[in-house]
């Protein structure tokens, strides 16, 4: 156990990370955000706004407890991770979610992925909109698990229908 933990923490660190990244503000919730028409990101950069649309795609999937749909998702969101400079082993996390079995194994792999791009969106220049990193405590077996949103309403793609609002927004990023 302590090897695959040691391993899991090397992907976070070093996955789809770019050094020519700027840091993004990260602002508490309370703090008003630029007004745009909710729910919409603008990001500068066209290959990091793809990766965050087609990641969006496949949360709200795992939301709506669609398995097909989850795994074309990730199946796009792989190849516009792939496509990105240090994102090739995120794209790996992307590609099992896509072939996984059942919902219950793309919402485990989910967490890894949601790691990797949450560390990924901290950096990203935003040209208009927030985007929020939400966490429910209860997601893995009491583990919890965290992923984005481009709404603060929270919409739990570790549950879906069954816990749909477990959970709270953490940071937003402007």
Same mark, same amino acid.
């Given at each position: ?6 391993? =899991? ?5 070093? =996955? ?8 993004? !503000?990260?602002?508490? %919730?309370?703090? /008003?955000?630029?007004?745009?028409? $909710?729910? !919409?990101?603008? *990001?500068? +950069? ?7 649309? %087609?990641?969006?795609? &496949?949360?709200? =999937? &795992?939301?709506? !407890? ?10 796009? *969101?792989?190849?516009?991770?792939? %496509? ?5 082993? !995120? /794209? &790996? ?8 079995? #059942?919902? $219950? %194994? ?9 790691? +990797? ?7 990203? #220049? ?21 992923? *984005?949103?481009? #709404? ?8 879906? +229908? ?7 927004? *953490?940071?937003?990023?402007?």
């Amino acid at each position: 156990m302590k090897k695959i933990f040691a391993v =899991s923490i090397v992907m976070i660190l070093f =996955s789809c990370t770019n050094s020519q990244q700027k840091n993004a !503000t990260i602002v508490s %919730d309370t703090i /008003a955000a630029p007004k745009t028409e $909710a729910g !919409t990101v603008k *990001l500068v +950069d066209a290959k990091v706004q793809n990766i965050f649309n %087609d990641y969006i795609s &496949l949360k709200n =999937s &795992l939301v709506a !407890t669609k398995y097909e749909e989850a795994q074309q998702s990730a199946g796009k *969101l792989k190849v516009s991770l792939a %496509d990105y400079p240090g994102c090739e082993n !995120t /794209a &790996l996390i992307a590609e099992k979610i896509s072939v996984a079995k #059942d919902i $219950a %194994d793309q919402r485990k792999e989910f967490t890894l992925l949601s790691s +990797d791009v949450i560390a990924m969106f901290k950096h990203a #220049d935003i040209s208009a909109g927030s985007i929020y990193i939400q966490h429910c405590p209860m997601a893995n077996k009491g583990n919890g698990g965290d992923w *984005l949103s481009s #709404d603060k309403k929270i919409q739990n793609p570790y549950y879906g +229908d069954e816990m749909m609002e477990c959970g709270a927004v *953490l940071q937003t990023i402007n």
